[in-house]
């Protein structure tokens, strides 16, 4: 028994300081691995620099915060401080923004706005305005659709601006018009100014080689519809009607009655596309029916000849239109482009048109008659060579109250739509400087 007491006394005090030793070992090696572990992880965030990032970015975030609201409080101190409202902050209202003033004159509207806000057009009442009570308007106005939005300018700016451009447009042109005027007195014994059919201008100069016309313009008097011209105090010019199938049935006795000395009637014309050649439907009663009334006659005819030979035909067409009838006043030679369209003639040039006109007009001369060419400043002065053609005479054609063409020229269509007794349409009115009929 004494044995068995022993060996559980030895044995048990044993047993118990294995257990110690062992807790002992199992808590250093935990601790050991604890320690292996956090040591890794501080290595890792030193490596990367995360650890440290985020720290800092914390801090500064922190910061940051702290600044916001220590600003928003130093706001809502100096506001509650100095009791502004809304309307104090209204734009509108501030000084010296170009806000509308009292006593307004003008709008570059002229009355009419839209308002930004709402999108509707707003009548202002009037240009001008004198209200000096009308009181400014506020953006919560503004925003209920009560006002209209300004331009930030005043109206005074406006007008002022407005004023001063028109002023100022106004004295351009009038400079330019003076230019003008200036540049006709300078160059009028050397230059003439034309107009083309597109709008533009051009300046030509004058051929000293063709003879000049001697016209003193002041001596013409105009009684509407008859243009008269007198020399030494002597009426010496006639009055003329041209005439054709545009102006329907006309009474020639009573052309005669209202002063008209003379008629030009369209014989015929070339198409300007096809080319045949057509007489004037009213022609022949016309030309028995001026004869009948007692006026003098002359006669025309519209060309599109392409070649001399073409205007000789031309030529003879007429010739046998009017033989065996009084032809006293000229046979007129008319070349003229088509408005919007094309016609056979834009293919020539100066020289062709110049060669084909002198053609028609030779003949017209070899058969005992006056010939005569009809144009306008454009036509007469920059589609023919004048020089080629001074020894013919000129019907000039221009619709105004003198003249404006530098040469020699025997006939004046002044008005193509003047109204006379006779013609129930239009009537184009014809001054002759003379009396081709002597």
């Known amino acids: 028994m004494k044995h068995d007491d022993y060996y559980e006394e030895e044995h048990g ?22 320690a292996l572990v956090f040591w890794a992880n501080q290595s890792r965030s030193r490596s990367d620099g ?38 104090d902050l209204d734009i509108w209202t501030l000084p010296d923004t170009g806000r509308e003033k009292n006593n307004s004159t003008s709008n570059k509207n002229n009355g009419t706005v839209t308002n930004q806000t ?22 919560d ?7 209209s939005v300004y331009d930030m300018t ?45 709008g533009s201008k051009e300046w030509v100069d004058i051929n000293e080689d063709i003879s000049r016309n001697k016209y003193d313009l002041s001596k013409l008097t105009y009684q509407k519809p008859i243009m008269n011209y007198y020399e ?52 022949k009663d016309n030309l028995k029916a001026a004869k009948k009334a007692g006026l003098d006659i002359g006669v025309y005819f519209c060309s599109q000849a392409v070649s001399k030979s073409e205007a000789r035909e031309e030529a003879d067409e007429l010739l046998d239109a009017i033989s065996g009838y009084s032809v006293k006043y000229p046979v007129a030679f008319v070349m003229e482009t088509v408005d919007e369209d094309m016609a056979r003639i834009e293919a020539l040039d100066m020289a062709d048109r110049t060669q084909v006109a002198k053609a028609f007009m030779d003949r017209v001369e070899d058969a005992g008659y006056h ?21 013919y005479d000129v019907w000039f054609a221009q619709d105004s ?25 239009d009537a184009v009115m014809i001054m002759s400087f003379k009396d081709y009929a002597k």
């Open 50 to 87: 995360s650890g440290y990032a985020a720290a800092v970015a914390q801090k500064e975030a922190q910061e940051a915060e702290a600044n916001r609201k220590s600003e928003a409080n130093a706001s809502a101190s100096v506001i509650e401080e100095s009791k502004l409202t809304s309307n």
């Open 232 to 283: 030494d105090g002597k009426l010496v010019s006639k009055c003329g009607v041209d005439i054709s199938a545009n102006q329907g049935d006309v009474d020639f006795s009573k052309l005669k009655s209202a002063g008209c000395d003379f008629v030009m009637l369209k014989v015929g014309a070339r198409g300007y596309s096809s080319g045949n050649i057509v007489s004037d439907a009213n022609f």
């Open 154 to 198: 005043t109206k005074e700016d406006v007008s002022g601006d407005k004023k001063n451009g028109s002023d100022t447009d106004k004295a351009k042109e009038e400079d330019e018009k003076d230019k003008d005027e200036d540049e006709d007195d300078d160059d009028q014994e050397t230059r003439i100014q034309v107009k083309h059919s597109d």
């Open 401 to 425: 109250d003198e003249p404006e063409y530098p040469y020699e020229f025997g006939m004046w269509q002044y008005d193509s739509d003047a109204s006379i007794k006779g013609i129930t349409g």
């Open 371 to 391: 010939p005569m060419i009809y144009g306008d400043k454009e036509w007469l002065l920059t589609m023919v060579d004048m020089e080629e053609l001074q020894d």
């Open 118 to 139: 709402t999108g509707e057009t707003v009548i202002d009442g009037s240009a001008n305005t004198s209200d000096s009570t009308d009181k400014s308007k506020t953006a």
């Open 141 to 147: 106005e503004l925003t209920n659709g009560k006002t």
């Open 13 to 34: 005090s044993g047993s118990k300081i294995t257990y110690v030793y062992m807790a002992l070992i199992m808590s250093t090696v935990i601790l050991g691995v604890t």
